[in-house]
């Protein structure tokens, strides 16, 4: 064993992995000189994005920081193609331009509840609609705080229409949008609900000017964004696209909703994250938005009242940088970049991990006092072979030659590890092969000696105990005689000394030959024994003994592993140019992915440990090799309802 790792080391070592090494180190050296000059382009690109960044986001910055708050205009930032939005908070950090509002739900006094369920009841219940009317105007005598007011002028204008009172609609509707910040006992905006109303009452031309009064009153911030808002974006929605088949919608209308829904999507987005920069300074923050991806703002502190922000787009930035002339040039030799927070680093570096990239900070610090110190510029080859391709001209022989000694390095390897496998194994089988052995020795001449002790010391009863004695010393001594001639038939199989005698045999009475010693075994322990031998089955040439130890084995096995179900069938037949010898059993049997495994030397199934029946491991291998002999064939079947049966199949006619 220790020759052979000394063999093969000293193989793997002078032959593959001492050129290998160093061809690997000579190749890895020249790609990492071309990976570096790559590199050193990269943060050369680094270095000039930089002041364009800072440029660019300065420009921006410095109108707002110059900016008077009172009468301020957003729309000025959100020219700048850089800008996606520009927004105001207060000192708590809630947005009031766009205005939003969380759900508030004030109490209602119960003169008026009551005074407003009547007109409901009226309304819904019973569909008296003037009456409902009346009741609802005597709510409103009641009606003090503005949810109040918001709530039954709702009601009013909603059971105006239903009467078909369209100018009295009309009149509360203007009532109503004074109380433009009042939510109702639902959290739903009275306001809001009058104009969608109104508008899907009136149809597309005075509904469509009542629509767009809705759309503008969000947009100047008279109106809450608020947590029912999107639904009503949505009913808004379906009128518009009903009155866009009828052709008579205007493209102010359509624009300002799509302005409301972006506002919208913003406030949903940010509105809690800016809370949390309430109290920051001014200057830059960076992060990563709710909705994914990453964000970059700047935020302009008014005092302790409000504070302006603008929030960047970044692919819009990327783009405005990207259309330097110097960065340009970069980018006609393979190299483009992205703007990230430093959450999305990871990310990056997963999606180019098969390129060359660089990860830098966005600015070097000096241009502007407060720089996004979390803003990344991510700088990667568009295509890392053709930024490198003129660097690997001079190296392609090394790196084919590292691929070649690759190949030779893993298949050397593999046979390295397959031979030391197959030695170890075979000396761990060897190793079972000689304690199974000593056992299986051991065991019939423990009782030969035990039983002739007996007889010789005359310790028994009568004359039947001592025939049993003998039998029992007869029997053992025959089951020593069977293991020997297997372990010997075996050993001359094995160094290739194994001979054998043909002849025109009988197979049906080798079969019952080689039955004839286990009738007394299978008799004393209660199996059930079937024998079917077919008639006029024609000689076969081969060799008796041989083909006796076969089916001996098979015999002798169906008889060890059957502990429980204790039936034998032994079955010989012809099958065309062929006949067959067939041992079944309802044994143990033979687990699943191991029916070719069980005919190789030493192997032992894996449900066959010593609590079940012992052996050596070489008696199917044995019988393998008889048939190959022989020109047959052996093959192992599991049995419906449990057992194995064991089929050899002999040709008639062997060539």
Same mark, same amino acid.
């Given at each position: 064993?220790?020759?052979?790792?000394?063999?093969?080391?000293?193989?793997?070592?002078?032959?593959?992995?001492?050129?290998?090494?160093?061809?690997?180190?000579?190749?890895?050296?020249?790609?990492?000189?071309?990976?570096?000059?790559?590199?050193? #382009?990269?943060?050369?690109?680094?270095?000039?994005?930089?002041?364009?960044?800072?440029?660019?986001?300065?420009?921006?910055?410095?109108?707002?920081?110059?900016?008077?708050?009172?009468?301020?205009?957003?729309?000025?930032?959100?020219?700048? %193609?850089?800008?996606?939005?520009?927004?105001?908070?207060?000192?708590?950090?809630?947005?009031?331009?766009?205005?939003?509002?969380?759900?508030?739900?004030?109490?209602?006094?119960?003169?008026?509840?009551?005074?407003?369920?009547? =007109?409901?009841?009226?309304?819904?219940?019973?569909?008296?609609?003037?009456?409902?009317?009346?009741?609802?105007?005597?709510?409103?005598?009641?009606?003090?705080?503005?949810?109040?007011?918001?709530?039954?002028?709702?009601?009013?204008?909603?059971?105006?229409?239903?009467?078909?009172?369209?100018?009295?609609?009309?009149?509360?509707?203007?009532?109503?949008?004074?109380?433009?910040?009042?939510?109702?006992?639902?959290?739903?905006?009275?306001?809001?609900?009058?104009?969608?109303?109104?508008?899907?009452?009136?149809?597309?031309?005075?509904?469509?000017?009542?629509?767009? /009064?809705?759309?503008?009153?969000?947009?100047?911030?008279?109106?809450?964004?608020?947590?029912?808002?999107?639904?009503?974006?949505?009913?808004?929605?379906?009128?518009?696209?009903?009155?866009?088949?009828?052709?008579?919608?205007?493209?102010?209308?359509?624009?300002?909703?799509?302005?409301?829904?972006?506002?919208?999507?913003?406030? $949903?987005?940010?509105?809690?994250?800016?809370?949390?920069?309430?109290?920051? $300074?001014?200057?830059?923050?960076?992060?990563?938005?709710?909705? /994914?991806?990453?964000?970059?703002?700047?935020?302009?502190?008014?005092?302790?009242?409000?504070?302006?922000?603008?929030?960047?787009?970044?692919?819009?930035?990327?783009?405005?940088?990207?259309?330097?002339?110097?960065?340009?040039?970069?980018?006609?030799?393979?190299?483009? !970049?992205?703007?990230?927070?430093?959450?999305?680093?990871?990310?990056?570096?997963?999606?180019?991990?098969?390129?060359?990239?660089?990860?830098?900070?966005?600015?070097? /610090?000096?241009?502007?006092?407060?720089?996004?110190?979390?803003?990344?510029?991510?700088?990667?080859?568009?295509?890392?072979? %053709?930024?490198?391709?003129?660097?690997?001209?001079?190296?392609?022989?090394?790196?084919?030659?590292?691929?070649?000694?690759?190949?030779?390095?893993?298949?050397? /390897?593999?046979?390295?590890?397959?031979?030391?496998?197959?030695?170890?194994?075979? %000396?761990?089988?060897?190793?079972?092969?000689?304690?199974?052995?000593?056992?299986?020795?051991?065991?019939?001449?423990?009782?030969?000696?035990?039983?002739?002790?007996?007889?010789?010391?005359?310790?028994?009863?009568?004359?039947?105990?001592?025939?049993?004695?003998?039998?029992?010393?007869?029997?053992?001594? #025959?089951?020593?005689?069977?293991?020997?001639?297997?372990?010997?038939?075996?050993?001359?199989?094995?160094?290739?000394?194994?001979?054998?005698?043909?002849?025109?045999?009988?197979?049906?009475?080798?079969?019952?030959?080689?039955?004839?010693? !286990? #009738?007394?075994?299978?008799?004393?322990?209660?199996?059930?024994?079937?024998?079917?031998?077919?008639?006029?089955?024609?000689?076969?040439?081969?060799?008796?003994? %041989?083909?006796?130890?076969?089916?001996?084995?098979?015999?002798?096995?169906?008889?060890?592993?059957?502990?429980?179900?204790? $039936?034998?069938?032994?079955?010989?037949?012809?099958?065309? $140019?062929?006949?067959?010898?067939?041992?079944?059993?309802?044994?143990?049997?033979?687990?699943?992915?191991?029916?070719?495994?069980?005919?190789?030397?030493? !192997?032992?199934?894996?449900?066959?440990? =010593?609590?079940?029946?012992?052996?050596?491991?070489?008696?199917?291998?044995?019988?393998?090799?008889?048939?190959?002999?022989?020109?047959?064939?052996?093959?192992?079947?599991?049995?419906?309802?449990?057992?194995?049966?064991?089929?050899?199949?002999?040709?008639?006619?062997?060539?």
């Amino acid at each position: 064993m220790a020759r052979v790792w000394i063999r093969w080391a000293l193989f793997f070592i002078g032959l593959i992995l001492l050129p290998v090494s160093f061809l690997t180190y000579r190749s890895v050296q020249s790609l990492q000189d071309e990976r570096e000059s790559v590199l050193q #382009e990269q943060q050369l690109m680094a270095r000039l994005l930089q002041e364009q960044f800072e440029q660019r986001i300065s420009e921006i910055a410095q109108k707002l920081a110059y900016a008077e708050m009172p009468g301020i205009e957003l729309g000025i930032y959100e020219s700048f %193609a850089e800008v996606e939005r520009a927004f105001i908070m207060d000192g708590e950090g809630s947005l009031t331009n766009p205005l939003v509002l969380p759900l508030s739900l004030s109490e209602r006094r119960p003169v008026f509840v009551r005074a407003l369920k009547q =007109g409901e009841l009226l309304e819904f219940e019973k569909g008296e609609y003037e009456a409902a009317l009346q009741a609802y105007w005597e709510a409103w005598k009641v009606a003090q705080s503005d949810g109040e007011n918001a709530e039954v002028l709702n009601s009013l204008g909603r059971c105006a229409l239903r009467v078909g009172d369209v100018k009295a609609a009309v009149d509360i509707h203007r009532k109503l949008t004074f109380y433009n910040l009042s939510f109702d006992a639902d959290g739903a905006h009275p306001a809001t609900l009058s104009h969608l109303r109104l508008a899907g009452y009136l149809g597309a031309g005075k509904g469509g000017r009542i629509l767009s /009064g809705w759309a503008g009153a969000l947009l100047v911030s008279r109106y809450p964004l608020y947590p029912g808002c999107r639904q009503t974006l949505q009913e808004a929605g379906k009128l518009v696209e009903r009155w866009s088949a009828e052709g008579t919608v205007s493209p102010e209308l359509i624009a300002d909703l799509r302005e409301v829904e972006e506002r919208m999507g913003f406030a $949903e987005e940010f509105a809690d994250l800016l809370v949390s920069r309430a109290e920051g $300074e001014t200057g830059y923050c960076s992060g990563l938005r709710p909705g /994914g991806g990453s964000f970059l703002m700047y935020l302009r502190r008014f005092g302790d009242a409000e504070t302006i922000g603008l929030l960047f787009d970044l692919e819009q930035l990327r783009a405005a940088m990207a259309d330097s002339t110097i960065v340009g040039s970069y980018g006609d030799r393979g190299f483009d !970049f992205e703007l990230f927070d430093v959450g999305e680093e990871g990310e990056f570096a997963e999606e180019r991990a098969e390129t060359i990239y660089t990860v830098a900070a966005a600015t070097s /610090g000096l241009a502007i006092s407060l720089p996004p110190e979390d803003m990344r510029l991510g700088i990667y080859a568009i295509d890392a072979s %053709a930024a490198i391709d003129v660097y690997r001209k001079e190296n392609w022989r090394l790196v084919a030659g590292l691929f070649v000694l690759v190949g030779i390095v893993a298949l050397g /390897g593999y046979m390295i590890f397959r031979d030391i496998g197959r030695e170890l194994h075979t %000396a761990r089988l060897r190793s079972e092969f000689v304690a199974n052995v000593s056992h299986e020795l051991r065991t019939p001449l423990t009782a030969i000696r035990m039983n002739a002790e007996t007889v010789l010391t005359g310790r028994y009863r009568s004359p039947e105990k001592h025939d049993e004695l003998l039998q029992r010393v007869m029997r053992e001594s #025959e089951r020593l005689s069977l293991l020997v001639d297997n372990i010997l038939a075996f050993s001359r199989i094995e160094s290739g000394r194994k001979s054998y005698d043909f002849q025109m045999c009988d197979l049906g009475e080798i079969a019952r030959g080689a039955l004839e010693p !286990f #009738e007394p075994v299978l008799h004393k322990r209660g199996f059930a024994l079937s024998v079917e031998v077919a008639d006029g089955l024609p000689l076969v040439r081969v060799d008796r003994e %041989a083909i006796a130890m076969a089916v001996s084995n098979l015999i002798g096995n169906a008889i060890k592993f059957s502990p429980e179900r204790k $039936e034998v069938t032994l079955e010989v037949r012809g099958e065309g $140019e062929e006949q067959v010898i067939e041992v079944a059993d309802r044994g143990i049997g033979i687990p699943a992915g191991e029916h070719k495994q069980i005919f190789e030397k030493f !192997f032992r199934a894996s449900n066959a440990d =010593g609590s079940v029946a012992t052996g050596t491991g070489v008696g199917l291998a044995l019988v393998q090799s008889i048939v190959d002999a022989h020109g047959g064939r052996i093959a192992v079947m599991a049995r419906e309802g449990g057992g194995s049966l064991f089929q050899m199949t002999l040709p008639v006619k062997r060539s």
